[in-house]
Nanobody
Framework: QVHLESSGGGSVQAGGSLRLSCAASGSTYSLTCMGWFRQAPGKEREGVARIYTGGGNTRYADSVYGRFTLTQDNAKNTVYLQMNKLKPEDTAVYYC??????????????????WGRGTQVTVSS
């Protein structure tokens, strides 16, 4: 089993920055990808960014490309989402995801993934 511990988030004005962290523990050898999804009130959960744990290849949603950067520290089994130039529309609960799903669309119920507890990001105009 994999356990995810996420941290970071908070409130910031538009144009500001925040950093989210997600540390994986347990059976981390089974992980193919780690990433972040987010869910705004009244909306479906959507993919934000993901990284292949083996090669470091990243992929971003169009809405955050050029503003968010996902990096990893393999020694710590931790990924970091640096969020710059934040916009009010980035306001959401952000969820760390890890497992064998590497898409930015929602993983199917059969996918082997673990979700972290959500962390709130609020961007005021």
């Amino acid at each position: 089993q994999v356990h995810l511990e996420s941290s970071g988030g908070g409130s910031v004005q538009a144009g500001g920055s925040l950093r989210l962290s997600c540390a994986a523990s347990g059976s981390t050898y089974s992980l193919t990808c780690m990433g972040w999804f987010r869910q705004a009130p009244g909306k479906e959960r959507e993919g934000v960014a993901r990284i292949y744990t083996g090669g470091g290849n990243t992929r971003y949603a169009d809405s955050v490309y050029g503003r968010f950067t996902l990096t990893q520290d393999n020694a710590k089994n931790t990924v970091y989402l640096q969020m710059n130039k934040l916009k009010p529309e980035d306001t959401a609960v952000y969820y760390c995801m890890a497992g064998r799903w590497c898409g930015l669309d929602l993983p199917p119920p059969t996918a082997t993934v673990t979700w972290g507890r959500g962390t709130q990001v609020t961007v005021s105009s």
